[in-house]
């Protein structure tokens, strides 16, 4: 029974890092679908009005060839209509096949009895190379993640074109260019509005800084009227130091022009359209590879992992060698923000002792070391710090 419960498989505990696999899918069909709505209504009124002012002109007497023209016009936008909606049906439609394809890998789940069957071990190599590409998306390394989802022929559990489109304006912000994330702002405005998000304004406020320092100060006060004026009451401070900025060349040392002035700035606003962009999709700030081992380094984690004595391969003072992940120097620092494991029992030495220094350890351990090393007179030698202690120090441990 006890082998049994242990391995018995909890899929509720194992969907907690999914949320992102369906809510994505989920987050961009309803933005295609308020993006279909919008030019629908957009068209309706205009296809009315257009009907209205051609019937107009045909009761007028007026020649057909203007009637005639009106109606060809018409025909003309409506097509367009028709092809841009048969765009969003073929994205729909891959959407909805990638989403019944992640439905069905979390169902796979359920329907594995323990976490000793073969399945499992099949399922969870899956839900690796998921977390391999997305870690590998957001660190930039785009093709690499395009070829490792297609040699293990996972594209549809992944979500390729969304971050490739996020590294092209990332990028594009950091070379100091705003035309392709004003685009992105402006196609996904209906949205910002609701998480009160102020990056656009941000690239406005850049937009003239960089006419300021061009020299351009009268398409800089036009700039500023059409673009950052509206924002005045969220953000009155800002723009009351901007209207400043005008009387600052790009060389001042007077602060706060001089930061405004700074090339960081543009870091700052890649940074910012990550943290909108991830925001608006209802994806994790962190590539989920890193929360799956947060959960798993945080089980393991005791205070002397980090302790300066911590046995590793980078610790020159500690004398013995140890098998712990987060002693290590590849993990160390991700865990180091982490809670320690709890833990209900402790396990303690036989005989337990402690030195000097406060650490405990079991009597006949350090005795058979200090023997090893020849250590006379009764020393013993602490095996974590290499420290020697005269044996009459040494007291003994009443555990109760």
């Known amino acids: 029974m006890a082998e049994l419960t242990t391995t018995k498989l909890n899929a509720e505990s194992h969907l907690l ?4 696999l369906l809510r994505l899918p989920y987050e961009l069909s309803r933005r295609n679908f308020k993006s ?10 205009h296809v009315l009005s257009a009907l209205k002012s051609t019937a107009n002109v045909a009761l007028s007497g007026q020649p057909a060839s203007l009637t005639l023209l009106s109606l060809g016009n018409m025909i003309s936008r409506m097509q367009g209509f028709k092809r841009k909606m048969q765009t969003l049906q073929e994205e729909e439609k891959v959407l909805q096949g990638n989403s019944r394809k992640r439905i069905q890998h979390l169902k796979d789940l359920y329907d594995i009895p323990s976490l000793a069957d073969v399945k499992y071990d099949e399922w969870s190599r899956i839900r690796l190379n998921r977390l391999l590409v997305d870690y590998l998306l957001r660190s930039g390394y785009t093709e690499s993640a395009r070829a490792l989802a297609k040699e293990k022929g996972i594209e549809a559990l992944v979500d390729l074109d969304v971050f490739v489109q996020c590294h092209r304006i990332e990028e594009s912000l950091r070379n100091g260019h705003t035309a392709e994330a004003l685009a992105w702002c ?12 102020n990056l656009e304004f941000q690239l406005r406020l850049q937009q003239y800084i960089e006419l300021r320092r061009d020299g351009k100060l009268l398409a800089a006060r036009q700039h500023a009227q059409r673009y950052i004026a509206p924002h005045t009451i969220s953000h009155f401070a800002e723009i009351h130091t901007a209207a400043a900025l005008l009387a600052f060349p790009p060389d001042t040392q007077a602060e706060p022009y001089k930061s405004m002035y700074s090339s960081s700035r543009w870091s700052d606003l890649a940074n910012l359209f990550i943290k909108t962009h991830h925001e608006l999709f209802s994806l994790p700030p962190q ?11 945080s089980a393991l984690k005791t205070p002397s992992c980090h302790s300066a004595y911590a046995g590793s391969s980078s610790n020159a003072s500690s004398s013995i060698t140890t098998v712990c992940p987060i002693c290590s120097t590849e993990l160390n620092e991700l865990a180091r923000g982490l809670p320690y494991a709890h833990h209900t029992k402790s ?8 030195l000097p220094n406060g650490r405990i350890y079991g009597r006949d351990r350090l005795l058979q070391m200090s023997a090893q090393i020849g250590l006379e007179n009764g020393e ?12 009459t120090k040494v007291r003994k441990v009443y555990i109760t």
């Open 287 to 297: 590539p989920l590879l890193h929360i799956a081992l947060s959960a798993g380094l």
């Open 347 to 354: 396990y303690v030495e036989n005989d337990p002792v402690v």
């Open 36 to 45: 279909l709505q919008r030019s629908f209504e957009r068209e309706q009124n």
């Open 186 to 197: 402006q196609e996904h405005k209906p949205m910002m509005k609701k998480t009160s998000n």
């Open 380 to 391: 013993v030698k602490d095996p974590t710090t290499g420290e020697i202690f005269e044996g």
């Open 17 to 20: 890092l999914e949320q992102p």
